[in-house]
């Protein structure tokens, strides 16, 4: 059974920090999604991380892929307050026909604090 | 833009009823999606479907059925509604096997 680890799940941290979000899976994926959710809406994509040792950066949020290690980060630098939401990774599973369903982690609550 | 619908944002059903969830796409992707999502378990995968007529079993398929009648509609049915299916419930939808999912505004669906 694939499982997706984040850590942690809940975050309280200062505007200006720097801090990083941990994904681990348990079995071999060579595709990791990380999405946003803010409260009462819906998820919206921000990476796609495609191979090992990939690296993706929007504005103060980057994500890497260690598919050997089974670990993806995302990293926040210098966070602002827009920054709060609840951020979920995800890896690829049930091939069928071409379409992969994905499993979840729980989600790592942000909350950014002036 | 890609924009996945869904018929209801807040549903209220009773214990027993049979409950329609629909679910429409505009872009012409093959694969849709429906999942559930609760507090402190993330999104669970119900079901999915990467063809017209096709469906796949995730991985909480119990007490649910779906029914993909046309390309853009992906439907997911409760036969007889249960108080624990109460829950907020995302379709997405996707093209190829590599690119993400984009999440309809999701479903609150409350079983009394």
């Known amino acids: 059974e694939l499982k997706v680890e984040q850590n942690p799940l809940f975050l309280s941290m200062q505007e200006g920090k720097n801090y990083t979000i941990y994904c681990n899976y348990s079995?071999?994926?060579?595709?990791l999604y990380w999405y946003r959710q803010d409260p009462g809406k819906s998820l919206e994509s921000l990476f796609v991380?495609?191979?090992?040792?990939a690296v993706k950066q929007e504005g103060r949020l980057m994500a890497s892929l260690d598919t050997k290690a089974r670990l993806s980060t995302l990293h926040i630098t210098a966070a602002v307050h827009d920054l709060s939401a609840t951020y979920f990774c995800a890896v690829t599973t049930y091939s069928g026909g071409g379409a992969d369903g994905l499993t979840f982690g729980k989600g790592t609550h942000l909350i950014i604090q002036p | 833009d890609v924009k996945v619908t869904q018929s209801s944002r807040y549903l209220v059903k009773r214990t027993g009823e049979k409950v329609f969830l629909e679910c429409v796409q505009d872009m012409d992707h093959e694969n849709m999606f429906w999942y559930r999502q609760d507090p402190g378990l993330g999104l669970r995968l119900i079901y999915f479907s990467y063809d017209v007529k096709m469906k796949e079993k995730g991985d909480i398929p119990e007490g649910y059925s779906v029914s993909r009648e046309k390309k853009e509609r992906f439907s997911l049915i409760l036969e007889s509604a249960s108080t624990n299916q109460t829950s907020m419930y995302l379709c997405?939808?996707?093209?190829?096997?590599?690119?993400?999912?984009?999440f309809g505004p999701g479903t609150r669906l409350t079983v009394t």
């Open positions: 997405a939808s996707g093209v190829g096997s590599i690119y993400e999912q984009y």
């Open positions: 991380l495609l191979s090992n040792g």
């Open positions: 079995t071999t994926s060579d595709r």
